[in-house]
């Protein structure tokens, strides 16, 4: 049997404390476009964008930051174009392949 500490604290996974380069943030966001899960594709930005920092996110990409917020958060249906303002404020390009 497993004790545990008493005072032991366990850190909430969030990937963006991970995404610290273009390399790694491409492999995040092809992996997640390949889910086809438009709700896991609005949490992949969010933690993208958090990785950046939201206020500079949201002012490359022409939104006010609690808007880029309200845009990303789960359930949320963004029109296609702030999806792409979004996606060039972070420097990341959908691309297309043959399935």
């Known amino acids: 049997m497993t004790q545990t500490q008493a005072g032991l604290k366990l850190v909430a996974f969030d990937a963006a404390r991970y995404l610290d ?30 990785s950046n920092g939201m206020a500079q996110v949201a002012k490359d990409a022409g939104l006010g930051r609690e808007s880029l917020y309200k845009a990303l958060a789960p359930g949320a ?23």
């Open 21 to 50: 380069d273009d390399e790694a943030i491409a492999e995040y966001m092809t992996a997640v476009l390949e889910t086809n899960d438009p709700d896991l594709l609005l949490l992949a930005l969010n933690d993208v964008a958090r």
């Open 77 to 99: 249906k963004p029109r296609f174009e702030t999806v792409m303002k979004v996606a060039r404020a972070l420097g990341v390009q959908f691309t297309a392949r043959p399935a």
